[in-house]
């Protein structure tokens, strides 16, 4: 049997935008554009050129995209011509492929919002696409309100959606712009909308999560017969943000009915990249992914009861619903319980650390990481630590060097000039064979900025280690994560720091401490120890 | 019309303590468990009584709760009597009022994870309910995998959700246990499953978020005729979690078609005070709530596209489908657009500083918010600081005092006894009028434990502020948020601290800086200043 095309529509760059606390540059724009281009959507929408300097600047450049690059505005306004309408010059200057236009379809926005006449608004609606119709761009019509125009007076709600539709737009894309509509409702309309003579291949869906239901109002418009999906990775959006793809994407490919009746322009492949695009957004974001995200979520694969992990070990189906690396995601089943051991063994092995099966110590790394767990350590995000403390229980990790003790100082005064300037000085003793080294660093980086007591004692620290320095030489700081694990008075932070080297290979360590100096120098000694055990130092 | 009654079983202490990373202590168990009878669910299951030492002590208490509290346990195991099956047996000493059990409806997993025939497992079901009904609990059936199962073999799932109903269960709960079945198809069993008789008032559901669709699964559900929805708090659940009682519960008592269907045992003034009893689990758990949550988040009501924005302020109704405040949220209109203007003279005089609409300082605050947010600074958690920041920019912060110096140092060494301790301590110089006060502290707490540099900061700056002291006796920190705003080498810390006074005020402050110890300062003296403004010193 062929498959049905199914066409999908990313809006990350415009309505993603819409998130409060978010504003791509460019060269985010960009980085995203290409990521969303190899994962295999068919348009882009890269905002709204003449709105946003941002937005003109990013479609300035030529990706040479695949997928469709789309600009986003509004139909011309009442009283001037289409031709003479500025704001819609300014969409059509960007000189995308596609255009997509926001008008209303809701008789009491126009009256209110607006303040024009119901058939203004048709006429405005109607030129505004013979416009760029004209101009040869594919032409998409993104009905606002249409949900709640259509409960409120369906004949004029259809009547928008004809005249966006004869006046030559490809794509109908129906708005519940509010979010506010339920699953039951999106299909129901939309199947009203395709009876009453406008194509389910011509139409669209845009949804939003204000009920949490964006997801399954989107797949309720395409059991109803609608073809195009909008939607954002990682859901971002206005307020509850869009319909998340990173969701309907693996759902569209991997679950019936759709998987067996649709297309899309994502391949398996493809679908296997999914998690780290998701990653790459957080990341430039500086947001901490969702762990519960579907299907990308770092516990989404994860089986903590204890019925479920020993049910997992004799067969991944009986509690998984797809396969984790079909979405480039990894089951975990927690170390806390019996099945624990033999997924600790896996861990180590993957580590080059034999360890028989039956060997008590594993019973013993367990209950530490377990108890350490509880003071606040994280092991998950800190592969490298999580292996220090299994061959330290194995004996397996040799004392290079040790600390006698350091001092941070950070002071805050006036100088000369009368500025307040702060600076922060570090020294760090160690001990190496019978050596004893002493040295001190202040944290100033090139443009003169006090970059505080962590970086200045990372400098001490790796200034001078005597046998061992050759092996950390080429290695630097690239990340700095604190969490405060426990609120109040009593708080205790949790450092992880991650490293690299010059071959590009990175490591994670965590320190966990009230004081949030010593956590990180906890996090430092793990880098350091890691990185010379891996390049075999003795 | 007499509306049908619809009943939500909360499982935020059972499923939801299956996240990853979440343990809750019976202190907490108590709290949430309030907090949802005060909240108005039908049952509360508190944990699975003997596999757990925190459950058993939790169940051990008596909160005398208008919910009925529920323990959660297993039918009994092939092999014995339901009377001699020691793991039920906990279950049933527990005491409570209704006793949930789950047990196999997927013949695979009745031969591949139990091990037993598909008739052992049909007896287990019917014997281990008809001995808790005989103890006169209300029982429930956790069908689990039912959804799979159906699909797999319809006949025999049914025949075990017979089984448990001819026992004398009262409900039985329709478990989409791997979260892989979509709504349509939920629906669509769920249906068929009261076709076969087993009746609608007698059906829970059971929903977990792995495509992303467990609140619309449970609608489904109901929509089909289900009475009984099971979730939890915020979603929290085994892998990407349960189906979210705080996104569900709005939506069922303001949105039709099940407003005016419906009733819960949840009123609209306890709805109003649903936004906290969500962020009370996220403080309970340190998360940072999630700014996108449906009805809950911070950015629900966000408006942040320059056309919502200006609409909204002609007649909310436009951009909202309901309004914030039935759910205990409020609008935010971002500061940064014209709307903005309105929106911050209204924050303004909610903090008690009246400025004249015209006033051109305003736009300049605006700015200067604008400007601070790039840097890494959230106003939105911060109000104090806000309030100073306007102060400042309008003359009415007075300087009581400026800090001339500090110098903090953390120094970790070897003691007498060989153990390794470190010691933070500050010294703060100050200059009240023309009199300079030097203070010096260290931040040994109680136990023995160094708290850290900020700690001594703290403890320094409010040991001598001469006149002023007397202010700040009182006060104390309750909170410190660390934050990283950018990743990498450059990173910057954004720092927000909870101050209150004897009389429970609370107010937060935030400073950001590269250095640590100066970002955590910037919070401290904004968090003396403010309460120094708010007591009217001079």
């Known amino acids: 049997m062929t498959k049905t095309r199914l066409y999908l529509y990313d809006t990350t760059l415009r309505d993603g935008q819409q998130t409060q606390g978010v504003q791509f540059s460019t060269a985010e724009k960009i980085q995203i554009a290409r990521a969303l281009d190899a994962l295999g959507v068919d348009h882009i929408e890269g905002g ?28 011309k306004r009442v009283g001037r011509s289409a031709g003479n309408d500025d704001v819609l010059a300014a969409v059509l200057d960007a000189g995308t492929a596609a255009v997509c236009l926001v008008g209303k379809t809701h008789e009491f926005h126009v009256t209110t919002a607006l303040g024009v006449t119901l058939e203004e608004n048709l006429t405005a609606i109607a030129e505004s696409f013979q416009h760029i119709t004209a101009k040869t761009r594919e032409a998409l019509f993104d009905a606002e309100h249409f949900f709640d125009g259509y409960r409120a007076n369906p004949k004029y709600a259809l009547s928008c959606l004809r005249a966006a539709l004869d ?27 395709i009876a009453a003579g406008i194509p389910g291949d011509r139409l669209g869906i845009h949804c939003h999560d204000d009920t949490g239901n964006a997801v399954a109002c989107s ?82 694969f994860a089986h903590k009861a204890g019925l479920h992990a020993s049910a997992i070990l004799k067969d991944p189906t009986t509690y998984e619903h797809i396969p984790p690396e079909t979405v480039g995601n990894a089951r975990i089943i927690p170390m806390s ?32 990481i ?4 509880d003071q606040g350590y994280a092991y998950d995000g800190a592969q490298a630590s999580f292996e220090l403390l299994a061959r330290r229980a194995l004996g397996l990790c040799p004392q290079f060097f040790e600390v006698k003790r350091y001092r941070v100082t950070v002071e805050r005064r006036k100088n000369k000039r009368n500025q307040t ?74 450092v992880i720091i991650d490293s690299e080297d010059s071959a ?26 890691w990185k010379l055990i891996r390049d075999g130092a003795s």
């Open 167 to 193: 006046a030559g737009a490809r794509w109908i894309v129906l708005c519940d712009t509010n979010g506010g509509t339920l699953p039951a409702d999106v299909g129901r309309i939309t199947g009203e909308v």
């Open 48 to 75: 709204w050129p003449g709105a946003n300097p941002t937005d003109s600047e990013f479609f300035a450049q030529d990706l040479g995209t695949r997928a469709t690059m789309t600009a986003f505005g509004m139909t």
């Open 370 to 373: 377990k108890l350490r767990e």
């Open 504 to 529: 590009g290979k990175r490591w994670s360590t965590v320190g966990v401490s009230p004081n949030i100096v010593d956590a990180s120098f906890e996090a430092l000694l793990d880098a350091i120890t």
């Open 337 to 368: 319980n019996q099945a624990g051991q033999s997924n600790l063994r896996a861990r180590l092995a993957a580590a080059g650390i034999a360890v028989e099966a039956k060997d008590p110590r594993l019973g013993g790394i367990l209950d530490d």
């Open 219 to 300: 797949l309720a418009a395409v059991d109803a017969g609608a073809r195009q999906i909008q939607g954002t990775l990682n859901g971002l959006g206005e307020r509850c943000g869009n319909a998340n793809l990173v969701s309907l994407i693996p759902t569209l490919l991997l679950k019936d009915p759709y998987a067996s009746r649709f297309e899309t322009g994502v391949t398996l492949q493809a679908l296997a990249g999914i998690l780290r695009t998701s990653r790459m957004l957080d990341d430039i974001l500086n947001r901490v992914p969702s762990r519960g995200a579907a299907y990308v979520g770092a516990s989404a």
């Open 421 to 494: 300037v702060t600076l922060s000085e570090a020294v760090v003793v160690v001990k190496v064979g019978d050596k004893k080294m002493l040295s001190v660093s202040e944290s100033m980086d090139a443009s003169g900025t006090d970059r505080g007591p962590v970086n200045a004692l990372w400098k001490a620290l790796a200034k001078d280690l005597g046998p061992y320095q050759a092996y950390i030489d080429d290695m630097h700081l690239v990340d700095f994560k604190v969490r405060i694990t426990q609120g109040g008075t009593e708080a205790v932070t949790r």
